[in-house]
């Protein structure tokens, strides 16, 4: 099973709007697009650090300078999630009998 992209716009440390898009660890800048416009905002610049955050953490952080627009928060944090996974591990099938 796939998972799914969380994006959160924060606004005094407090969270305004939120989406949710299903996606691969791997397509998460479709995701990603598909959020902004749930959530109605341009879709921002994705910068070699947003990538290194990414694969280090999978999530990252974009800032207002981060857009073309003017956007009324102080960040937009995107994370990744699996259902399927528990502390770090994928489920394994379970076996058939």
């Given at each position: 099973?796939s998972?799914k992209?969380?994006?959160?716009?924060?606004?005094?440390?407090?969270?305004?709007?939120?989406?949710?898009?299903?996606?691969?660890?791997?397509?998460?800048?479709?995701?990603?697009?598909?959020?902004?416009?749930?959530?109605?905002?341009?879709?921002?610049?994705?910068?070699?650090?947003?990538?290194?955050?990414?694969?280090?953490?999978?999530?990252?952080?974009?800032?207002?300078?981060?857009?073309?627009e003017?956007?009324?928060?102080?960040?937009?944090?995107?994370?990744?999630?699996?259902?399927?996974?528990?502390?770090?591990?994928?489920?394994?099938?379970q076996?058939?009998?």
């Open positions: 099973m998972g992209l969380w994006v959160r716009q924060i606004r005094k440390n407090k969270m305004v709007a939120d989406a949710v898009a299903p996606c691969e660890r791997n397509t998460w800048q479709e995701a990603l697009r598909e959020c902004c416009h749930k959530l109605d905002i341009g879709v921002p610049m994705v910068l070699s650090r947003h990538l290194k955050d990414w694969e280090d953490f999978s999530q990252t952080r974009f800032l207002p300078e981060h857009f073309l003017a956007v009324r928060f102080d960040r937009l944090e995107a994370e990744y999630f699996d259902p399927d996974e528990k502390a770090g591990k994928k489920r394994r099938p076996e058939e009998e």
